[in-house]
C-alpha cells in the first residue's frame, strides 16, 4: 500500500529566509504525481505545487520550489524567502493517477517576524 | 482552479442529531469527493460521488452514517447522521479538474465545514 511520510510535524523559519519541508513517500509504481497543498488557519486547502514523475526536472512555482528524488522516493518543499502570508499547514500527497490521494499528517509552519 | 463552497461554514450540534453539508462548484465536474479531518490530523477520504450512481465509500465508512447525494454536476450533499462526539471534524468536498495534458488532474477544495457535536 502507498504511504506518505512527513516527519517533521513543526517547522519555523524567520521571515525572508529559506526553509526545507521532508517528505517521503512509498510506492510500487513508476508514474504517479506528487502534491504539496497548503491548509492556512482559515483552512481552505490550497494547491502549492504539483510534481509528475515521469518528469526530470523539478517543479517550481515563484517561491516555492520541490526537490523531486524519484529514487529516493523523496519530495521536499523549498520556500524561499518566507513570508508571513506562508504560516500553514504544509500536506504532502500522492497519487498514482486515480482519484485517490493519501495526505501525509501535515507539518504545521511558523514563520517568525 | 476552481471555485467551490460549502454550506454551514461551522455548527454545533446535539449528538444523536444529524446535519447536512451542502458543496457547490462553480462549473460541471464528474467526481466529487468528500474528506474527513478530524483535529490535528490528516485528510481521509470518506467517498466518491459521482452523479447518477451510488457514492463508493472507502473502508471505514458506511452509507448509513454517511449519506451522500449527488442530484447534477454541480452540486453534491453529505449527510452526518445520528452524530456523537467523535464526528467531530472538519468535512471537506473536493473537485477534480483535468487539465489538457494527459492525467493532468488535480484536486482542489472547498473551504470545509468545521463541526462539533455535544
Known amino acids: 500500500a502507498q504511504t506518505v511520510t512527513q516527519s517533521q510535524p513543526e517547522m519555523s523559519v524567520q521571515e525572508a529566509e529559506t526553509v526545507t519541508l521532508s517528505c517521503t513517500y512509498d510506492?510500487?509504481?513508476?508514474?504517479?504525481?506528487l502534491f504539496w497543498y497548503k491548509q492556512p488557519p482559515s483552512r481552505q486547502m490550497i494547491l502549492v505545487i504539483r510534481?509528475?514523475?515521469?518528469?526530470?526536472q523539478n517543479a517550481t512555482e515563484n517561491r516555492f520550489s520541490v526537490n523531486f528524488q524519484k529514487a529516493a522516493k523523496s519530495f521536499s518543499l523549498k520556500i524561499s524567502d518566507s513570508q508571513l502570508g506562508d504560516a500553514a499547514m504544509y500536506f504532502c500527497?500522492?497519487?498514482?493517477?486515480?482519484?485517490?490521494?493519501?495526505f501525509g499528517t501535515g507539518t504545521r509552519l511558523k514563520v517568525l517576524a | 482552479s476552481a471555485v467551490i463552497s460549502q454550506k454551514p461554514s461551522r455548527d454545533i450540534c446535539q449528538r444523536g442529531t444529524s446535519l447536512t453539508i451542502q458543496c457547490q462548484v462553480d462549473?460541471?465536474?464528474?467526481?466529487m469527493f468528500w474528506y474527513r479531518q478530524q483535529p490535528g490530523q490528516s485528510l481521509t477520504l470518506i467517498a466518491t460521488?459521482?452523479?447518477?450512481?451510488?457514492?463508493?465509500?472507502e473502508s471505514g465508512f458506511v452509507i448509513d452514517k454517511f449519506p451522500i447525494s449527488r442530484p447534477n454536476l454541480t452540486f453534491s450533499t453529505l449527510t452526518v447522521s445520528n452524530m456523537s462526539p467523535e464526528d467531530s471534524s472538519i468535512y471537506l468536498c473536493?473537485?477534480?479538474?483535468?487539465?489538457?495534458?494527459?492525467?493532468?488532474?488535480?484536486?482542489?477544495f472547498g473551504p470545509g465545514t468545521r463541526l462539533l457535536v455535544l
Open positions: 510506492t510500487s509504481e513508476s508514474d504517479y504525481y
Open positions: 510534481q509528475e514523475a515521469y518528469k526530470q
Open positions: 473536493s473537485v477534480e479538474r483535468q487539465g489538457v495534458a494527459f492525467l493532468e488532474e488535480t484536486q482542489y
Open positions: 460521488a459521482n452523479q447518477g450512481s451510488e457514492a463508493t465509500y
Open positions: 500527497a500522492y497519487t498514482s493517477g486515480t482519484y485517490k490521494y493519501i
Open positions: 462549473s460541471q465536474v464528474t467526481m
